[in-house]
């Protein structure tokens, strides 16, 4: 079994400490409540403070919760409700289009999947909520590297790797498929990353008009496109998708 990290441990503990009481805590308070020694206590709140995760008060000497905590916190949040706000409306798109719908947020380089809506039949399906998709050729990916500065750095400096022969990975052509990707408002991913299946992604916008997520749908290629061409009526039902969930996070029409 593996074992925890002791001074983890105790960060941990003493971030909750500091979390419960409405008065800032000072050295001895916090030592005491932890059984710990003050040397091992304010080791530990030195780096706690180094990374933004305490304050010191400059007057008493004493420790509060710092700033970086509450970023976290808001990045949270901020997940929890743009998955909140889009629960019905991608349930709405995977009944009308008769695919899976995935929910897509940038993280650690990638897309981070935080909501998935199985595609509405009976044949067996995987719940993927937590699993990772690349940035350079999934249409969420795309979608997040078109819109999202941060995102398509990330996309750009990344290792493009080859998943099938239709991958895209020289820079050029990357950039040009990002291009199209904001002038018409959606990507596409016709056998990019997986044999056999295609999708469609539209981007998802906050209040300040920033790009949050995308929201987008996964099937077979028999079924996303008609004539080697991706079904018209499957990407309006995406872009209606995430102007919904746009304007329910209030960013007001697209």
């Known amino acids: 079994m593996a074992r925890n990290i002791q001074s983890l441990e105790r960060a941990a503990a003493m971030l909750r400490l500091l979390a419960g009481g409405e008065r800032r805590l000072g050295l001895s308070d916090i030592a005491s409540s932890l059984g710990l020694a003050k040397g091992t206590a304010h080791g530990i709140l030195r780096t706690l403070q180094h990374e933004g995760f305490v304050e010191q008060d400059g007057a008493s000497g004493r420790y509060q919760l710092g700033a970086e905590l509450l970023r976290l916190g808001t990045t949270y949040l901020d997940v929890h409700e743009l998955r909140a706000r889009a629960l019905v409306w991608t349930d709405d798109l995977a009944r009308s289009s008769g695919e899976s719908v995935y929910l897509g947020v940038l993280h650690q380089h990638g897309v981070l999947i935080v909501h998935h809506v199985f595609r509405p039949d009976d044949s067996r399906q995987v719940l993927e909520i937590g699993a ?38 020289g820079i050029d052509d990357f950039e040009h498929i990002l291009d199209v990707t904001r002038a018409r408002g959606y990507a596409a991913d016709v056998e990019e990353t997986w044999e056999g299946v295609a999708s469609i992604a539209a981007p998802i916008h906050d209040r300040r008009r920033m790009p949050v997520g995308a929201v987008g749908i996964t099937g077979a290629v028999e079924r996303v496109c008609r004539d080697g061409e991706l079904r018209q009526e499957l990407v309006a039902a995406v872009r209606d998708c995430a102007r919904a969930v746009s304007r329910d996070l209030g960013a007001g029409r697209f």
């Not at 969420?140 to 990975?169: I, M, N």
């Open 132 to 169: 990772m998709q690349p940035l350079h050729c999934t249409a969420l990916g795309k979608v997040l590297a078109a819109y999202d500065p941060v995102a398509h750095s990330e996309a750009v400096e990344a290792d493009r790797k080859a998943f099938t022969d239709r991958t895209v990975c």
